[in-house]
């Protein structure tokens, strides 16, 4: 009799299928982790100091370097071996807002909510002036400002946003939604599974208006101008964040530039165009960085202690790196004080692992995975020639988190249809927080593609939305009091019970087809 057959019969007949037919779970285990993570939780402590006592964490900041040296020290406090700052390579320069003052003071006075864009100059004190529109969609229309620029204060005939809508900003996962996830059969293929390739008239648009912008740019920079409004993406005062100039150490001078909220900025646009003059006065200070362009990433680990498995090894991380407007709570110290807890919680109960443990809180994520990138292209291989180092056979899995304050609902399977049994068994005992759902889909944007591109198993757990996409990615919203904390102590809690699974399990987490080579394009 076939053993499929043999395990169906068994269970018509009311007869339980025996432990070895099922992926192994350590009952008595998974309890002791679930009363440190939920009833003795240090998460939000832990959140406290990379929020708002680091303070704001863009690529080599400051507030970057803070978070990173308190992280390495509580990791030591914790008893974690290793614990240090290694680097990924060269990033660039760091970047932090020192001062930020701008407010219209005729026709009235009102203080507008206005970020300087990253990598921007300040304005070398505080300057006063009109606002001037600038309306110019071609290089050839910007020549009749020249010479009628200097120190002005600027701002370009722009649209409003779109209507705004009447959707919640905040939401959870719905049954239907899970179900929908779960009952997904293929995961979409390659690197591009959500891109859609541009026809040739989309990629000359593309180009025309990028060469517009940069020449507007040195146009602005040539002409002296004092200050740039531009008009931020977000409503409500909310202001999503981005740079206005490259953090590369040879990148050109750009002028000061404030990205204002939508309500403000239309203001200011209704009332020049109403005929009624606004004069506005601003001071910012913001300050490059430069002593040391490497990248850094924060790591640890609880060694393993199997003689034949030692050497083989189990990661978790998140990205500890944020944009400015904010100190970046939901994206991302959430997901790193969660991967902090967990480690906290596997040291507490004085977890002895098979495999070693190891940490990682990766950082200039948000420039495009380079602190991942860089750790993965020096310990394992490159996914350009995927020509592999032997440290890539011994990794088992790597565990990411990075979309949110959400509870965990479930896995990203990343296409990896073997470990969908494993995780199903693991997931068990959390049915009652909410985490059922293994979907084979693959998810983007955030760390763990750079361990699936070199064929290491790479996860991203599935996360409640909350209002992550409307009010706080990016933006001046990002603050520790937009996290959630019981969600992020299940979340810490089921991350620890995956990682003791996954160094203590027989065999590593099966491997989906080594991906061929992916040249940079």
Not at 107 to 130: D, F, Q, R, S, V
Not at 138 to 143: D, F, G, H, I, K
Not at 255 to 271: G, K, M, V
Not at 486 to 513: G, W
């Amino acid at each position: 009799m076939k053993l499929k057959l043999l395990f169906s019969c068994l269970i018509t007949a009311g007869i339980a299928v025996p432990s070895f037919a099922q992926e192994p779970v350590d009952a008595a285990m998974v309890q002791k982790i679930r009363e440190e993570g939920l009833n003795h939780s240090k998460v939000m402590e832990t959140a406290f100091y990379l929020t708002d006592v680091s303070g704001p964490r863009l690529a080599n900041s400051p507030g970057l370097k803070r978070a990173q040296n308190w992280a390495v020290n509580q990791l030591k406090t914790w008893g974690m071996a290793n614990s240090k700052l290694e680097a990924w390579g060269k990033f660039g320069k760091g970047w932090e807002v020192q001062k930020n003052y701008a407010a219209i003071t005729i026709p009235y006075y009102h203080a507008i909510i206005a970020i300087p864009k990253a990598w921007t100059p300040g304005t070398n004190g505080l300057i006063k002036g009109e606002v001037m529109i600038i309306k110019a969609d071609s290089a050839a229309e910007l020549e009749q400002y020249k010479g009628k620029l200097a120190g002005k204060i600027v701002i370009f005939d722009t649209k409003a946003p779109t209507e705004r809508t009447w959707k919640v900003d905040a939401a959870r996962y719905t049954d239907e939604e899970l179900t929908e996830m779960g009952n997904a059969k293929v995961a979409p293929a390659g690197p591009r599974r959500n891109a859609v390739d541009p026809n040739a008239a989309q990629m000359a648009a593309f180009r025309k208006l990028r060469a517009f912008r940069t020449a507007l740019s040195q146009f602005l920079v040539d002409e002296k101008a004092g200050l740039v409004l531009s008009q931020a993406r977000g409503t409500d005062g909310t202001v999503f964040t981005t740079n206005g100039a490259s953090y590369a150490d040879t990148a050109k001078a750009v002028a000061p530039e404030l990205e204002t909220s939508s309500e403000d900025y239309q203001r200011i646009l209704r009332l020049i165009k109403g005929g009624q003059p606004v004069q506005l006065e601003a001071d910012i200070k913001t300050q490059f960085i430069t002593d040391d362009l490497q990248g850094y990433d924060v790591v640890a680990e609880i060694p393993g202690t199997d003689k034949k498995l030692k050497d083989q090894v189990v990661m978790l991380g998140g990205h500890l790196d944020s944009w400015h407007a904010a100190t970046g709570a939901t994206d991302n110290a959430a997901g790193s004080a969660v991967m902090l807890e967990a480690m906290r919680i596997l040291k507490a109960i004085n977890f002895k692992p098979k495999r070693t443990i190891r940490i990682a809180l990766w950082s200039s994520e948000e420039q495009g995975l380079f602190g991942s990138r860089g750790y993965v292209a020096n310990h394992f291989g490159d996914p350009k020639t995927m020509e592999l180092k032997p440290e890539q056979a011994k990794l088992s899995a790597y565990y990411n988190l990075d979309n949110g304050t959400g509870k965990i609902r479930g896995v990203y399977l990343q296409g990896d249809s073997a470990a969908a049994p494993i995780f199903k068994a693991w997931l068990e005992p959390f049915k009652d927080l909410g985490a059922t759902t293994l979907t084979i889909r693959n998810t983007g944007g955030t760390d763990h593609l750079s361990f699936d591109a070199v064929g290491i198993p790479g996860f991203q757990f599935i996360q409640d939305a909350i209002d992550y996409g409307s009010r706080t990615h990016h933006s001046n919203q990002d603050t520790y009091d937009r996290l959630i904390e019981d969600d992020l102590k299940q979340a810490a809690t089921i991350v620890a019970s995956f990682v003791y699974h996954t160094a203590q399990r027989a065999e590593m987490i099966p491997r989906k087809e080594l991906p061929k080579p992916q040249p940079a394009r």
